[in-house]
């Protein structure tokens, strides 16, 4: 399990050795080329692409993700709708390793989710069923500010160097009949033998004053948890000490 998720990337110059698959001179076209608005994709067909060499699955899996448009979960694409999207989108890849990268697609987008859920968990939305997703968009080509932040800090401090992202999606939820939209970037970390590491920045974006005192709220209480983690260590080591010495 070394494919990354569906977008190589972003940055050209250090995909070479990681992407498992290449541009193709000329992208291909699928009927339905219509996009989506809830996910600027079009209506991708199960039929095998022009070329194709293998047989894929068509069955689609479904998400624990609740759709806003109505009472049903959004569904993952199939990998032959996956290996389509990737064909439409000119990149050659190898069919073999489809299945694996859709697996890895849908478990990024379960944790995504799961994500989002704790930062809707603090604003305690009433409305039946929580947060619900009402559209997404895959910005693989565009660093978010946060990311090119960390990229020019990296430059200043290298100590504060990190990877650049490989891909960026923007999810708009529906909170209780108010559009709130989130960035994830996705990081890939070094490989535990076989398996892929993959890490998720996750937070609302900065469209309103409110998401503004969340994500201050947010680092806040993070630093003020780290900080008691750290005093409580502290306190059970010199207890111990303690301890030992009146024996």
């Known amino acids: ?76 694409p199939s990998p032959q709708q996956f290996y389509n999207a990737l064909v439409r989108k000119g990149w050659e890849t190898p069919e073999e390793s489809i299945e694996t990268m859709v697996d890895i697609h849908n478990f990024l987008n379960e944790e995504a989710w799961n994500e989002i859920l704790k930062w809707e968990k603090v604003k305690k939305c009433e409305c039946a069923g929580g947060p619900k997703l009402l559209r997404f968009k895959g910005r693989p080509q565009d660093l978010s500010p946060k990311a090119r932040m960390l990229q020019w800090a990296g430059k200043v401090f290298p100590s504060f160097s990190t990877p650049l ?17 989130y960035v994830i970037d996705y990081y890939a970390g070094p490989d535990e033998g076989d398996t892929p590491v993959f890490y998720l920045d996750v937070r609302p974006a900065l469209d309103s004053f409110e998401s503004v005192t969340d994500r201050i709220k947010a680092v806040t209480r993070n630093t003020f948890e780290r900080l008691r983690d750290r005093i409580e260590s502290r306190n059970i080591t010199s207890g111990r000490g303690n301890g030992s010495g009146e024996r």
């Open 1 to 76: 399990m070394s494919s990354p998720p569906p977008e190589c990337p972003m940055h050209s110059s250090s995909s070479a050795a990681t992407c498992p698959y290449t541009s193709s001179s000329k992208p291909q076209t699928h009927s339905g080329d219509a996009l989506s608005p809830e996910n600027q994709m079009p209506n991708l067909s199960q039929l095998p692409a022009p070329n194709q060499r293998i047989s894929l699955p068509t069955n689609r899996t479904t998400s624990s993700i609740p759709k806003a448009s109505s009472s049903s979960y959004w569904e993952y």
């Open 165 to 181: 992202p490989f891909d960026r999606h923007d999810w708009t939820i529906d909170r209780c009949g108010k559009q709130v939209r």
